[in-house]
């Protein structure tokens, strides 16, 4: 028998004041002979993004494979947070787009002149031309999670850096930190295919690789297989009534948040801006101060969000979801039946599908909706085919340190120091939350307190592993994060912080602490202790 950390196991420090959470991460307490051990040699990884580049780095701290190959399909690591400044059409859009069944992009060659290098942060490969992927990313972005709470466990970020760094900051620190796994990622690599090689729990993966300069393909197998390809590369506009023929009578009005680059687009333009998540919420604060005012903001949905961005004296009048298109007027008309004519331009910020285009041949379908990925265990391995693994398909986490929690993990269930469930566990696990938050967009949502408590809850089962001589930390291996009362309090009042900080305008490039905008944990910790004691 082997026994596993139990979330009601007093070696567990979850703040005082916080339930601990059982449901969502039922671990079981005792593992039976049925345990699925995997032990296996050689890994691929498809993605150098923050998530890809954190399980390089405890895969190699486990010492125990021959072989790890990571592949990028653009010139450089750092995923999304590569800004495209140029880049504002694929083929991937089109009007409405209810679509997450993409095919594997096709990558944009840019440049030969005249590109110029130094406005997009992909260009650091050939001064002459280049490989590209559109990414989300906009001019103006600046994180919208603190930096002390947004990155690694083991870097920090550069001592000039302001508390909400901007993205060419985030990009640099990527690099920074994925400095010493380089020598492992094949760079202008797509993976177009990967499926099992045998039936089996344990079976090894064929990847199939296209080589983007030369467009030749090859085909390699790995004993395991890890996907971190992120999942803001497929747009999701909704099929509002009469919404094509609108697109086609007033063509290029309609675009998606995946494209927005800079707000002086939109100069006097009367706007709508659909969603109040973060892009809406960012997106809109900073059309308003350049569009023809009111700026207008639909959403269907409460959102914490809401908050995080303000648009200072900029107006942004909130209505309900459209509910149609009106082509004769160049209007729509909202839910509450309030019609709005001659809008110039309206951004969906109305997020992105899940897309696995190089896994559409694996059984079970792993995307069906596009609203989640299925038969996944803990939101990571493939239940079927644990050899098959996912980084950091939460949302409404904090990306990084999750992705380093569950890299924890599968690293140390590939070299075979943890084992797994049996499948029916791993299954029912699915089933138990599907019936909590059901089968679609809420399945990989983590909100708060609940990110935190999965992220220990990850972190406590990787440490939980049996330390092997040679391993750093006296056999235990590389340490993954874990969440004490600082970073709960900071979770809980990051959007507060953000508007804080926004709230101090140009002045907010100079500010690198939380205490500058007026928060203080101790304070707060203190305030806290005196209204338990009251009430008790
Ligand atoms: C607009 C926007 C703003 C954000 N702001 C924040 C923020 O402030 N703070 C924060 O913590 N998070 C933020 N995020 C979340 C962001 O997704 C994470 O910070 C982080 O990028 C996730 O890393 P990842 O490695 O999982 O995915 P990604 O960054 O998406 O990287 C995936 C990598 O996989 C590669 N890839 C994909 N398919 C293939 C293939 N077939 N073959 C080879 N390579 C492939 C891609 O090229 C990419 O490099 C933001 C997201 C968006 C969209
Ligand atoms: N650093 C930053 O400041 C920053 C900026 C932008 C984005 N991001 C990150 O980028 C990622 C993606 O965020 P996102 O905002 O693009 O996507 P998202 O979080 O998936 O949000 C999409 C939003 O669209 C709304 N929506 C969908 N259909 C709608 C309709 N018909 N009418 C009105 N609203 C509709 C949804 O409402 P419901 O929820 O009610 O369905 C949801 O609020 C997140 O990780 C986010 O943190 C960060």
């Known amino acids: 028998m082997f026994v596993l950390p139990c979330l009601k196991c007093p070696r567990l420090t979850f703040p005082p004041s916080r339930v601990p959470w059982t449901r969502l991460f039922a671990l079981r307490h005792t593992m039976t002979s049925e345990t699925a051990s995997i032990v296996a040699k050689s890994i691929a990884l498809v993605g150098a993004g923050p998530s890809g580049v954190a399980a390089a780095k405890y895969l190699l701290a486990e010492k125990a494979f021959d072989k790890i190959v990571l592949f990028e399909q653009r010139s450089r690591s750092g995923g999304i947070w590569n800004y495209t400044a140029d880049q504002t059409a694929e083929d991937l859009f089109t009007i409405p787009q209810i679509n997450p069944r993409s095919r594997n992009k096709d990558e944009l060659w840019i440049g030969n002149p005249p590109y110029d290098v130094a406005r997009n942060s992909n260009g650091s490969g050939s001064p002459h031309k280049d490989i590209s992927f559109v990414s989300p990313m906009y001019e103006k972005l600046e994180t919208n999670i603190p930096r002390g709470l947004m990155g690694f466990q083991d870097l920090d970020w550069p001592e000039d850096s302001q508390l909400f760094p901007t993205h060419q900051t985030v990009l640099q620190y990527i690099d920074d930190y994925g400095k010493d796994i380089q020598h492992l990622v094949e760079y202008r690599t797509q993976v177009v295919n990967a499926e099992p090689t045998s039936n089996s729990p344990h079976s090894s993966w064929r990847v199939r690789v296209r080589h983007l300069e030369t467009s030749e393909e090859q085909e390699s197998n790995f004993d395991a297989l890890i996907v971190a390809n992120g999942h803001f590369i497929v747009p999701f506009i909704p099929d509002i009534r009469d919404i094509r023929d609108w697109n086609t009578k007033h063509a290029g009005r309609i675009h998606h948040s995946k494209y927005y680059r800079r707000p002086e687009d939109y100069k006097g333009l009367k706007t709508i801006v659909v969603g109040n998540s973060a892009s809406g919420a960012d997106i809109s604060a900073q059309v308003a101060a350049h569009c023809a005012t ?146 679609g967009r809420n399945f990989h949502l983590l909100p708060f307190p609940k990110d935190g408590n999965y992220l220990n809850a990850m972190s406590q089962w990787a440490l939980s592993a049996s330390p092997r001589k040679g391993l750093d930390n006296e056999g235990k291996g590389k340490v993954p994060p874990i969440w004490g009362e600082w970073e709960f309090w900071c979770r809980e009042n990051f959007p507060a912080i953000r508007r804080a900080f926004g709230e101090f305008g140009e002045r907010r490039h100079q500010i690198k602490s939380i205490g500058e905008v007026g928060f203080s944990f101790e304070k707060s910790k203190k305030e806290k202790a005196l209204i338990e004691g009251e009430v008790i």
């Open 294 to 439: 009111p700026l207008i903001w639909s959403s269907k949905s409460v959102s914490l969000f809401s908050a995080t961005h303000s648009s200072g004296k900029a107006p942004r009048r909130e209505v309900p979801p459209i509910k149609r298109f009106i082509p004769e007027k160049r209007g729509v008309e909202f839910e509450d039946g309030t019609i709005e004519s001659n809008i110039d331009a309206i951004i969906f910020a109305t997020g992105y599908f899940y897309s696995l285009p190089f896994l559409e041949n694996v059984k079970p379908a792993l995307i069906t909706d596009g609203s989640h990925v299925s038969h996944t265990y803990q939101h990571v391995f493939f239940a079927p085919q644990p050899t098959l693994s996912f980084l950091a398909l939460n949302q409404r986490v904090i990306p990084f340190p999750i992705a380093e929690a569950q890299a924890s993990v599968v690293a140390r269930v590939y070299s075979g120091r943890l084992s797994l469930p049996p499948l029916a566990e791993m299954q029912k696990w699915e089933q138990d939350t599907v019936a909590e938050v059901g089968n």
